[in-house]
């Protein structure tokens, strides 16, 4: 045990030496990454612009992040301050975000986000919301299967979606579809009560029947239409009858910036579906926020709903 600590004692005094002794750099053998301000921002027209900043620590692949409360954050169109931002605490464990009071993006123009906090360098990114893709047809195909495993009702459906893609032009989509519940108890004498309308991701077909789905959306990402006829995606919906009143299915088209669509890029693939708002999100992945990290991109988005039976 002794020589043990001896040992360690000897390397950690080597290192020390190394570093004062010699003027070249000593490779340590992992990274050291500069901690850097993160940003999480999407909006869309008309609407309150939030802003989640936070901070990397130092680390090796994917970073921690620490939220950051008392940063300069301000929305800009061209060399004209639109508003500064103030900070608004989350509820229920949720960070906060920065937001804006009066400000409202619009359709077509450029919004440039500028934040500043002491110790790190400023960051900047710019992004627009594009006009609105409407859907032109939505059906439920021929196929619909439905079984019940361990209390769990499983529909298996396969959806095709059909948009105004304009020509000529590069278009991005998230197509975004969850399915609506009623959560419920009955009381000790008998009445029921419910509670308000949720939505849980859809996904594609698993068969580890005993998992009920949680509350999010299936996210699916396209350029352009793939097909004439729009998209065909194979889902799957659960509920749990005992608990859930099952409601509607629900698209929603969202006709997303560049910035939008590269960052989404890097989290999933190309015309798969993948569960939104289940855990947290990676904090490394690439975006278009200069020297720092993270998305402020622009989208635009239409609603249809639908059931099964349609």
Request: with cysteine.
């Amino acid at each position: 045990m002794i020589l043990q600590w001896f040992l360690r004692l000897f390397t950690i005094t080597t290192l020390v030496s190394l570093f004062i002794a010699c003027e070249e750099p000593v490779d340590l053998g992992f990274e050291v990454v500069e901690s850097q301000l993160v940003v999480s921002s999407t909006f869309f027209p008309d609407d309150v612009v939030k802003v989640f900043l936070t901070a990397t620590q130092p680390t090796v692949g994917e970073q921690s992040i620490n939220e950051i409360t008392d940063a300069t954050v301000t929305i800009l169109e061209g060399n004209e301050v639109k508003e500064l931002l103030h900070y608004v605490a989350g509820q229920n464990g949720r960070r906060g975000s920065y937001q804006s009071n009066n400000f409202r993006p619009k359709v077509g123009r450029t919004y440039t986000l500028f934040a500043t906090k002491s110790g790190f360098k400023p960051i900047d990114a710019s992004s627009s919301i594009p006009e609105p893709v409407q859907i032109v047809d939505l059906e439920v195909l021929d196929d619909v299967s439905r079984m019940t495993v361990e209390g769990l009702e499983i529909f298996t459906f396969t959806l095709k979606i059909n948009y105004d893609d304009p020509e000529f032009i590069d278009n991005f989509y998230d197509i975004r579809i969850s399915q609506m519940v009623m959560p419920y108890f009955v009381k000790s004498n008998g009445d029921t009560v419910k509670m308000g309308t949720k939505a849980k991701v859809v996904q594609p077909p698993i068969e580890n029947y005993e998992e009920n789905t949680v509350t999010g959306e299936a996210s699916i990402l396209v350029r352009d239409r793939p097909a004439e006829d729009g998209l065909t995606i194979k889902l799957q919906s659960r509920f749990d009858p005992k608990t859930e009143l099952l409601g509607d299915l629900q698209a929603e088209l969202r006709t997303v910036s560049e910035p939008y669509f590269d960052y989404q890029l890097t989290i999933q693939r190309e015309g798969q579906a993948l569960p939104i708002g289940v855990g947290d999100p990676r904090v490394s992945s690439f975006g278009n926020v200069q020297q720092g990290v993270g998305v402020f991109a622009g989208y635009n988005r239409v609603f249809r709903t639908f059931s099964l039976d349609d």
